[in-house]
C-alpha cells in the first residue's frame, strides 16, 4: 500500500512564501515524475508543476519563476517552495507521484489527500 502525505499548508499574507512537502511511502519500487496540482473552489484541478526522476521540471505559466518544485529521491519526497504568492494562488495543493510497486509492476499514479493554502491580508 502507498501513501503521500503531503504538509505545510497554512494561511500566508500577499508577498509572503511558504514551503509545501510531500512524502510517499509505503511499498515502493521506483518513482518516476511526482508533481503538485491544485484545486481552488469552483474550478478544475490544474498543474503546478512536476520534476521527473533525473530532475527535468515543468511548471504552470502562471508561477514561473516564483515558485520552484525540488525532490529527495532518498528520502521519496517532493518539495514545492511557493514565494511571491498571491490571492489566486489560494487553493488546495495536492501532491503526486507515478511510481511502480514491483519490478514488473505498471506505472500507477497515486495522490496526496490535499493541503489547503490561502493567500490573504
Known amino acids: 500500500q502507498v501513501q503521500l502525505v503531503e504538509s505545510g499548508g497554512g494561511l500566508v499574507q500577499p508577498g509572503g512564501s511558504l514551503r509545501l512537502s510531500c512524502t510517499a511511502s509505503?511499498?515502493?519500487?521506483?518513482?518516476?515524475?511526482m508533481g503538485w496540482f491544485r484545486q481552488a473552489p469552483g474550478k478544475q484541478r490544474e498543474l503546478v508543476a512536476s520534476?521527473?526522476?533525473?530532475?527535468?521540471?515543468t511548471y504552470a505559466e502562471s508561477v514561473k519563476g516564483r515558485f520552484t518544485i525540488s525532490r529527495d529521491n532518498a528520502k521519496n519526497t517532493v518539495y514545492l517552495q511557493m514565494n511571491s504568492l498571491k490571492a489566486e494562488d489560494t487553493a488546495v495543493y495536492y501532491c503526486?507521484?507515478?511510481?511502480?510497486?514491483?519490478?514488473?509492476?505498471?506505472?500507477?499514479?497515486?495522490w496526496g489527500q490535499g493541503t489547503q493554502l490561502t493567500v490573504s491580508s
Open positions: 520534476i521527473g526522476s533525473g530532475g527535468s521540471t
Open positions: 509505503g511499498s515502493i519500487f521506483s518513482i518516476n515524475a
Open positions: 503526486n507521484a507515478l511510481l511502480r510497486v514491483a519490478v514488473l509492476s505498471p506505472i500507477m499514479v497515486y
